[in-house]
């Protein structure tokens, strides 16, 4: 089945404690995202990838860094986590970056930071 | 400022009643994306739509891109309880493909 997968769901961690949450897919997508969602807020895009050692900076990125040295994975890495980074948080992915592909989301990770 | 703007933000409304939602901008996007996501799922695609004035069907639900490509509409006939969810219009501005912005949702309920 096509999908993007992250882990973990759910996760309650403590402020300034190195949390990495994982995105793979299996469809073999250029092109890979990561989102937060907070109410009232919307989606807001974090980092996304173009391709293998590409990425860049969405709209928040402070406080996240990422990688990409496969194409297959993505992940989200909080080093010192603080409880404004509380959020619900999507990977998301495309074929490519272009106006006609749409995004294949993951199921979340909810995060709370104490 | 939210780039995109989504009305109404809630809608509930009983099985079988028709809905339209919206979603405006002042922008000029090169395209136009709808999500629908349900509680505890991440978003899943609905539509694109691309030229300006381009309408698509999808069973009971029609989506209309602006002529202008600023603004868009989602049209549900015969509601269902189904159709609960969380729709979400997103559009990349013209020369940013790789950034796609969200906006903030149309939360819909219906009822039997």
């Known amino acids: 089945e096509a999908q993007v997968t992250q882990n973990p769901r759910y996760l309650i961690t403590v402020t300034g404690k190195k949390l990495t949450v994982t995105c793979s897919q299996n469809m073999n997508h250029e092109y890979m995202s990561w989102y937060r969602q907070d109410p009232g807020l919307g989606l807001r895009q974090i980092y996304y990838?173009?391709?293998?050692?590409?990425?860049d900076k969405g709209d928040v990125p402070e406080g996240y860094k990422v990688s990409r040295k496969e194409k297959r994975n993505f992940p989200l890495i909080l080093e010192s986590p603080s409880p404004n980074q509380t959020s619900l948080y999507f990977c998301?992915?495309?074929?490519?970056?272009?106006?006609?592909?749409?995004?294949?989301f993951g199921s979340g990770t909810r995060l709370t930071v104490v | 400022t939210q780039l995109l703007e989504q009305s109404p933000q809630f809608l509930s409304i009983q099985e079988g009643e028709n809905l339209t939602v919206y979603c405006n901008s002042s922008?000029?996007?090169?395209?136009l994306q709808w999500y629908r996501q349900e509680p505890g799922e991440g978003p899943v695609l609905l539509v694109t739509?691309?030229?300006?004035?381009e309408v698509k069907k999808l069973k009971r639900l029609t989506f209309q891109f602006g002529d202008a490509r600023k603004d868009s509409s989602l049209h549900i006939t015969a509601a269902q309880p189904g159709d609960t969810g969380l729709y979400l219009c997103a559009a990349r501005k013209t020369g940013t493909a790789s950034k796609l912005t969200f906006g903030t949702g149309t939360r819909l309920q219906v009822t039997l």
């Open positions: 739509v691309v030229t300006g004035g």
């Open positions: 998301a992915s495309s074929l490519l970056a272009g106006v006609n592909y749409g995004y294949t």
């Open positions: 990838s173009m391709n293998v050692e590409v990425t």
């Open positions: 922008s000029v996007f090169s395209s």
